[in-house]
């Protein structure tokens, strides 16, 4: 069967060389920018995709005669392609869990850290003549919930003891010994609000505008999982009246986010560009399982 990596990146291409092993099945790899309207003639004669957060819609998708399985570089392919559809035309969609936990739960505390002290906005300041010391919010004390406690979720739980906040947390199961509240306490309680649950239909637009009207004003709210998961209209008017204090964003409806997008104009918003991931431990990982999935796909093949 043959492969290809459709969307390999500079950042990417020499931790991809790293992780190569002695037996693994040829993968070819691309480098140069495409349309989707092009993966149909890129794709040709592949059978599997490894896909770095390329979209690849339905309708694109079944123009790849050959195309069998897509790999997933991560947990969020609902974010790029539309699964359940691709699975019914015979394309089976892999992703990769758990790979980077520790890193996405350390930019989680970093853009907590970043909103309360208004880190990013002082620094454009600074850079442009302005000297605008701004007050900010002392963590020790506050309540920090999490909502969704998988790998994530765990690790910001334990970073954010760490750093002297009282944690609270929401899961769609119950964990015994984790600290569980209902939804609504945890939003009219929570000082700052760290979101990590994963995207399917049942929680696109988790957080609605009933969800955020209830949360505490001033709050702080931080989103390393997925942007669908909040409503981005009813997000944009509250940080807008003040009712959200900062939103700390890795992640977004649509992306790269346009320059011109209401966010990206904000203050009162810290952006990353969807790299909670991305350290070179969890890309080795991540880029080695990908590798070891189509090993198996290659393995099980008739052919």
Same mark, same amino acid.
């Given at each position: 069967?043959?492969?290809?990596?459709?969307?390999?990146?500079?950042?990417?291409?020499?931790?991809?060389?790293?992780?190569?092993?002695?037996?693994?099945?040829?993968?070819?790899?691309?480098?140069?920018?495409?349309?989707?309207?092009? @993966?149909?003639?890129?794709?040709?004669?592949?059978?599997?995709?490894?896909?770095?957060?390329?979209? @690849?819609?339905?309708?694109? /998708?079944?123009?790849?005669?050959?195309?069998?399985?897509?790999?997933?570089?991560? =947990?969020?392919?609902?974010?790029?392609?539309?699964?359940?559809? @691709?699975?019914?035309?015979?394309?089976?969609?892999?992703?990769?869990?758990?790979?980077?936990?520790?890193?996405?739960?350390?930019?989680?505390?970093?853009?907590?850290?970043?909103?309360?002290?208004?880190?990013?906005?002082?620094?454009?300041?600074?850079?442009?003549?302005?000297?605008?010391?701004?007050?900010?919010?002392?963590?020790?004390?506050?309540?920090?919930?999490?909502i969704g406690l998988g790998g994530i979720g765990r690790e910001v739980l334990r970073i954010g003891r760490g750093l002297g906040l009282e944690?609270?947390?929401?899961?769609? $199961?119950?964990?015994?010994?984790?600290?569980?509240?209902?939804?609504?306490?945890?939003?009219?309680?929570?000082?700052?609000?760290?979101?990590?649950?994963?995207? $399917?239909? /049942? $929680?696109?637009?988790?957080?609605?505008?009933?969800?955020?009207?209830?949360?505490?004003?001033?709050?702080?709210?931080?989103?390393?999982? &997925?942007? /669908? @998961?909040?409503?981005?209209?009813?997000?944009?008017?509250?940080?807008?009246?003040?009712?959200? &204090?900062?939103?700390?964003?890795?992640?977004?409806? $649509?992306?790269?986010?346009?320059?011109?997008?209401?966010?990206?104009?904000?203050?009162?918003? =810290?952006?990353? /560009?969807?790299?909670?991931?991305?350290?070179?431990?969890?890309s080795m990982t991540l880029l080695r399982r990908a590798i070891d999935i189509v090993c198996r796909i290659a393995a099980d093949s008739p052919n």
């Amino acid at each position: 069967m043959k492969s290809l990596f459709i969307d390999c990146n500079d950042q990417l291409a020499p931790v991809w060389q790293q992780v190569l092993r002695d037996g693994d099945p040829a993968i070819d790899v691309n480098r140069k920018p495409f349309t989707a309207a092009e @993966l149909p003639q890129l794709l040709n004669g592949y059978d599997i995709c490894i896909d770095d957060h390329s979209y @690849l819609p339905t309708q694109i /998708a079944e123009r790849c005669e050959r195309l069998k399985h897509v790999v997933f570089l991560g =947990t969020g392919a609902s974010s790029y392609m539309n699964v359940e559809e @691709l699975a019914a035309r015979g394309i089976a969609v892999h992703t990769i869990k758990g790979y980077g936990d520790t890193a996405v739960a350390e930019h989680t505390a970093a853009l907590m850290l970043a909103c309360c002290r208004d880190v990013a906005r002082m620094d454009r300041e600074v850079r442009t003549g302005s000297w605008s010391p701004r007050e900010g919010v002392q963590l020790a004390g506050k309540t920090l919930g999490i909502i969704g406690l998988g790998g994530i979720g765990r690790e910001v739980l334990r970073i954010g003891r760490g750093l002297g906040l009282e944690v609270i947390a929401w899961n769609r $199961t119950h964990l015994p010994g984790a600290p569980l509240v209902p939804l609504e306490k945890l939003l009219a309680q929570a000082d700052i609000i760290s979101l990590h649950l994963a995207l $399917t239909e /049942a $929680t696109r637009g988790f957080l609605g505008p009933a969800q955020i009207a209830r949360m505490k004003p001033g709050v702080i709210l931080v989103n390393t999982a &997925r942007g /669908a @998961l909040i409503d981005e209209t009813a997000l944009i008017e509250r940080l807008r009246s003040g009712h959200i &204090r900062h939103a700390g964003l890795d992640v977004f409806h $649509t992306e790269p986010l346009r320059p011109d997008h209401p966010l990206a104009g904000m203050d009162n918003v =810290t952006i990353t /560009a969807h790299a909670g991931f991305r350290t070179l431990e969890a890309s080795m990982t991540l880029l080695r399982r990908a590798i070891d999935i189509v090993c198996r796909i290659a393995a099980d093949s008739p052919n």
